[in-house]
């Protein structure tokens, strides 16, 4: 089982990476089990670095992770994991 996330930023994002069609500031709320103004304050942070973006449908506003962002963690995730390679394989000899 995963250790929960401390961090309201990344529990944003975990929660869009798991909802690619979008998803309302109160369901964010309530999928990261935020208050509907503690998850907008980080919303509105997100927004602001560009990790996220927002779109009007109809009456809702809707927020979407971007898809650069979540090539760039996949990019650091195989980073990271090849440095443990070679930590490891150095270890060895």
């Known amino acids: 089982m ?3 996330i401390k961090d309201p930023r990344k529990k ?3 929660v869009l990476k798991k909802h690619p069609e979008g998803l309302t500031f109160q369901k964010i709320a ?3 089990g935020m208050s509907r103004i503690t998850a ?3 919303i509105h942070e997100l927004l ?3 990790v996220i973006y927002q779109r009007k449908v109809g ?3 809707l927020c979407y992770l971007r898809d650069r962002y979540i090539q760039e ?3 650091q995730e195989i980073l990271e994991k090849l440095r443990k ?3 490891v394989k150095k270890e060895k000899k």
């Open 40 to 42: 907008t304050k980080y």
């Open 48 to 50: 602001g670095a560009g």
């Open 59 to 61: 009456v809702a506003k």
């Open 30 to 32: 309530k999928l990261t």
């Open 12 to 14: 944003i994002i975990e």
């Open 73 to 75: 963690v996949k990019q």
């Open 2 to 4: 995963r250790a929960p």
């Open 85 to 87: 390679r070679l930590a």
